[in-house]
């Protein structure tokens, strides 16, 4: 079975800095488009950061220059850097891997980031 296993989350202060992991397996890793998502609540999951299995990236405007997705081939583990987080960063976020062909997805549990001051 493919699995997304995210650790990262927490409490942070605005303007603080949180660094996300998502580690899935090396046959996903290598052949799908990682992402991150995020939903808060009362709002519609929305797409933060994706990285192809060639590296290259994409971003949300609304975390353009704040937020950072890389990843690690080694490790099989796909990252997102969060700097001068926002009260409207506040949210679950999910790690993603998505398969063009048969349009699939595999999603991690989802990891709760919070801030606050």
């Known amino acids: 079975q493919v699995q997304l296993v995210e650790s990262g989350g927490g409490l942070v202060q605005p303007g603080g800095s949180l660094r996300l992991s998502c580690t899935a397996s090396?046959?996903?890793?290598?052949?799908?488009?990682m992402g991150w998502y995020r939903q808060a609540p009362g709002k519609r999951r929305e797409l933060v950061a994706t990285i192809t299995s060639g590296g290259i990236t994409d971003s949300a405007d609304s975390v353009k220059g704040r937020f950072t997705i890389f990843r690690d081939n080694n490790r099989n583990t796909v990252y997102l850097q969060m700097n001068s987080l926002k009260l409207d960063d506040t949210a679950v976020y999910y790690c993603?891997?998505?398969?063009?062909?048969?349009?699939?997805?595999?999603w991690g549990q989802g990891t709760q980031v919070t801030v606050s001051s």
């Open positions: 993603n891997a998505h398969h063009q062909i048969g349009s699939s997805d595999y």
């Open positions: 090396e046959t996903i890793f290598r052949n799908y488009v």
